[in-house]
């Protein structure tokens, strides 16, 4: 599975951007994706998921609220849209797939991920 990141940039705090997961799934019925970021010096951590049906999002509690996962299911994108932007936002934002219907914010759930786009949040 390919994926590719797009829409990174920056923007003031308070301000809003959509990031884009462009995949080469086929069966996307039987997959879910995940959204996940890292920050210079830590860790990469879960933003947000969606599972197979595209019904079912998850989202950790610093997002909860003002991020949106949705899917473009003809086009094979998953955007991740975040708004109130703040400075614990800015950090490379990746993609995964996990072969797996159901969501998870576990990196170990995943088995193929994009190269990241970049976020950053300056005034």
């Known amino acids: 599975v390919q994926l590719a990141e797009s829409g990174g940039g920056s923007v003031q705090p308070g301000g809003a951007l959509r990031v884009s997961c462009s995949h080469s799934i086929f069966t996307a019925d039987s997959y879910s994706i995940g959204w996940f970021r890292q920050a210079p010096g830590k860790r990469r951590e879960a933003v947000s998921c969606?599972?197979?049906?595209?019904?079912?999002?998850i989202y950790v509690e610093a997002v909860e609220g003002r991020f949106t996962i949705s899917r473009d299911h003809a086009n094979n994108i998953v955007y991740l849209t975040m708004n109130s932007l703040n400075t614990e936002a800015p950090g490379m934002y990746s993609c995964?797939?996990?072969?797996?219907?159901?969501?998870?914010?576990?990196?170990?759930?995943?088995?193929?991920w994009g190269q990241g786009t970049q976020v950053t949040v300056s005034s």
């Open positions: 969606l599972d197979s049906s595209g019904h079912r999002p």
């Open positions: 995964a797939a996990g072969s797996y219907p159901f969501c998870s914010v576990h990196t170990s759930e995943y088995d193929d």
